[in-house]
């Protein structure tokens, strides 16, 4: 009887272990068809520009979803107007200068604020905390003029002066992602190097920054592909008359200076905007799923 009981429990297992099974693979496919179609949602419109940025002008009215092919394709045509354009040349080294500058700096006093604010416990370091946290929900459209006057009374129209405009528009989020990573910093670890012979600022870049490799590069992705395509704020700032213009004002001036636009040329000049924050996320991504521990062993 016994027998014939954990036989029959056998088959009741084996059917309850086919049907979750089925279960998982099902929703596995659906996952998989979300993961597809987002991927189409958002790859779809670079890729719109991509097949366009080799299309004659005319052609890109025309025919906006056809190939580049026969009469269609204009070759690289459209990348040497784009490049040829006015201040494109140094659109590109001036967002180079501001976006590395920038993403250094957030990084770099960011992190030593956050490691401040989160071992020094006092009421004012609290309230400092929860200012940069508070920033993160006040759009850019509230404080766009105060800002504007500000900057012009200062003298800020310049690559240096967009680097600390970045620096306080960036802090709010820096602050908050490391001061969340560096509260799951054990004390032990600070305290065995302060047994050691390290003083407070020796610590936080021997033993504290190292660990926060993953958390400092994912802050370096955000800020870098946020003001690299950033267009209002140098716009206000710096503006149109000005040699510090950067690629996304200098494309927009471009296109919209005239009422004969050309499509192609916009095409490629958006290419080659998108391609170097694309290397960029492409070699920096692997270093955001590193853990505590990784970070720590390979500082």
């Given at each position: 009887?016994?027998?014939?009981?954990?036989?029959?429990?056998?088959?009741?297992?084996?059917?309850?272990?086919?049907?979750?099974?089925?279960?998982?693979?099902?929703?596995?496919?659906?996952?998989?068809?979300?993961?597809?179609?987002?991927?189409?949602?958002?790859?779809?419109?670079?890729?719109?520009?991509?097949?366009?940025?080799?299309?004659?002008?005319?052609?890109?009215?025309?025919?906006?979803?056809?190939?580049?092919?026969?009469?269609?394709?204009?070759?690289?045509?459209?990348?040497?107007?784009?490049?040829?354009?006015?201040?494109?040349?140094?659109?590109?080294?001036?967002?180079?200068?501001?976006?590395?500058?920038?993403?250094?700096?957030?990084?770099?006093?960011?992190?030593?604020?956050a490691y401040y604010i989160t071992r020094v416990k006092t009421w004012w370091t609290s309230a400092l905390y929860y200012l940069f946290v508070f920033s993160m929900v006040i759009p850019f459209q509230m404080v766009m003029f105060p800002t504007v006057v500000?900057?012009?009374?200062?003298?800020?129209?310049?690559?240096?002066?967009?680097?600390?405009?970045?620096?306080?528009?960036?802090?709010?989020?820096?602050?908050?992602?490391?001061?969340?990573?560096?509260?799951?910093?054990?004390?032990?670890?600070?305290?065995?190097?302060?047994?050691?012979?390290?003083?407070?600022?020796?610590?936080?870049?021997?033993?504290?920054?190292?660990?926060?490799?993953?958390?400092?590069?994912?802050?370096?992705?955000?800020?870098?592909?946020?003001?690299?395509?950033?267009?209002?704020?140098?716009?206000?700032?710096?503006?149109?008359?000005?040699?510090?213009?950067?690629?996304?004002?200098?494309?927009?001036?471009?296109?919209?200076?005239?009422?004969?636009?050309?499509?192609?040329?916009?095409?490629?000049?958006?290419?080659?905007?998108?391609?170097?924050?694309?290397?960029?996320?492409?070699?920096?991504?692997?270093?955001?799923?590193?853990?505590?521990?990784?970070?720590?062993?390979?500082?």
């Amino acid at each position: 009887m016994t027998t014939k009981v954990s036989k029959g429990q056998r088959g009741v297992d084996k059917q309850k272990a086919a049907s979750e099974a089925k279960v998982s693979g099902g929703a596995k496919t659906l996952i998989y068809a979300v993961l597809i179609f987002l991927t189409i949602v958002f790859l779809g419109p670079i890729l719109f520009i991509l097949l366009n940025s080799f299309k004659d002008r005319f052609a890109i009215s025309t025919n906006p979803f056809a190939l580049p092919v026969g009469e269609l394709w204009a070759g690289l045509s459209n990348y040497i107007t784009g490049v040829q354009g006015e201040g494109f040349g140094w659109a590109i080294v001036w967002s180079f200068v501001i976006t590395i500058l920038s993403v250094v700096a957030i990084v770099f006093f960011s992190s030593m604020t956050a490691y401040y604010i989160t071992r020094v416990k006092t009421w004012w370091t609290s309230a400092l905390y929860y200012l940069f946290v508070f920033s993160m929900v006040i759009p850019f459209q509230m404080v766009m003029f105060p800002t504007v006057v500000i900057a012009d009374r200062l003298g800020l129209a310049n690559p240096l002066g967009m680097v600390v405009l970045y620096m306080g528009f960036g802090a709010g989020l820096s602050v908050f992602m490391f001061s969340g990573f560096i509260k799951s910093i054990p004390l032990e670890i600070e305290e065995a190097a302060t047994i050691d012979g390290c003083s407070p600022v020796s610590t936080f870049f021997r033993v504290v920054m190292p660990m926060l490799k993953p958390t400092a590069i994912t802050v370096a992705i955000l800020n870098a592909m946020w003001i690299w395509n950033d267009y209002l704020l140098p716009y206000l700032v710096v503006g149109l008359s000005t040699p510090y213009r950067t690629i996304p004002v200098v494309i927009q001036q471009f296109i919209g200076s005239q009422g004969d636009r050309d499509l192609g040329a916009m095409m490629a000049m958006l290419v080659l905007a998108i391609l170097p924050i694309i290397i960029f996320y492409m070699a920096a991504q692997k270093h955001i799923v590193e853990g505590v521990a990784a970070g720590a062993v390979k500082g």
